[in-house]
């Protein structure tokens, strides 16, 4: 079964710093997710990978899907308080067609 | 659109008592899913369904139940409830294809005790 590994799993920034948060699959990835989670509260959609090289982004988060097609990264440039919260992937190995399976997430916290 | 409406939001169990999660789209999706989250473990896959009357396991099914008579209802059932089935639960919805991602539900806290 397919695995995600998210490193790190906590991460503490300064306001205005940039930070990186990284997946790993354990299987080639048909589609990658992430997800953003604030305490108490539901998974928000942030952005979709799927084709090798991919990259987006939404407002200050880049995401990227390596060649391989079997890491991705998501980055936040000139981090803010409203950035703070859980960073979830999730992913299929199967033309879309299984359900997600997720990583345990990195927890971020923004200091002023 | 209300998107993934989940009730109740908190609920207290005693061991052995059973109840039922409701999950309610109105985005006509006819993917659902049922995730469990336990602290710093992610999501595990409770049940799928692809559409109504289709329904199918996913990782953890033991404990709980699931049914699908319309698109846009997908109750959780936990019979005999135990305090390993203590979690966050979260049900989510997709239209067919993967693009849009999945639309998720605000929750419910259960604790059994």
């Known amino acids: 079964s397919q695995e995600l590994e998210q490193s790190p799993q906590s991460l503490i920034v300064q306001e205005g710093k940039n930070l990186t948060i990284n997946c790993t699959s354990s299987?080639?990835?048909?589609?990658l997710y992430w997800y953003k989670q604030k305490y108490g509260e539901g998974l928000i959609f942030l952005m979709m990978l799927q084709k090798g090289g991919e990259e987006k982004s939404h407002e200050k988060i880049t995401a990227k899907l390596d060649e391989k097609k079997q890491q991705s990264s998501l980055h936040i440039t000139a981090s803010q308080p409203s950035h703070a919260g859980i960073y979830l992937c999730?992913?299929?190995?199967?033309?879309?067609?299984?359900?997600?399976?997720f990583g345990k997430g990195t927890r971020l916290s923004v200091i002023a | 659109n209300a998107g993934v409406t989940q009730t109740p939001k908190f609920r207290i169990l005693k061991i052995g008592q059973s109840m039922t999660l409701q999950c309610t789209q109105d985005m006509n999706h006819n993917y659902m899913y049922w995730y469990r989250q336990d602290p710093g473990m992610g999501l595990k896959l409770i049940y799928y369904?692809?559409?109504?009357?289709?329904?199918d396991k996913g990782e953890v099914p033991n404990g709980y139940n699931v049914s699908r008579s319309t698109t846009e209802d997908f109750p959780l059932r936990l019979e005999l409830a135990a305090p390993s089935q203590t979690s966050v639960y979260f049900c989510?919805?997709?239209?067919?294809?993967?693009?849009?991602?999945?639309?998720f539900g605000s929750g419910t806290r259960l604790t059994v005790v």
């Open positions: 989510a919805s997709r239209p067919p294809g993967g693009a849009s991602g999945y639309t």
């Open positions: 369904s692809v559409g109504a009357g289709i329904t």
């Open positions: 999730g992913a299929d190995s199967n033309s879309g067609n299984t359900p997600l399976v």
């Open positions: 299987k080639t990835l048909y589609g």
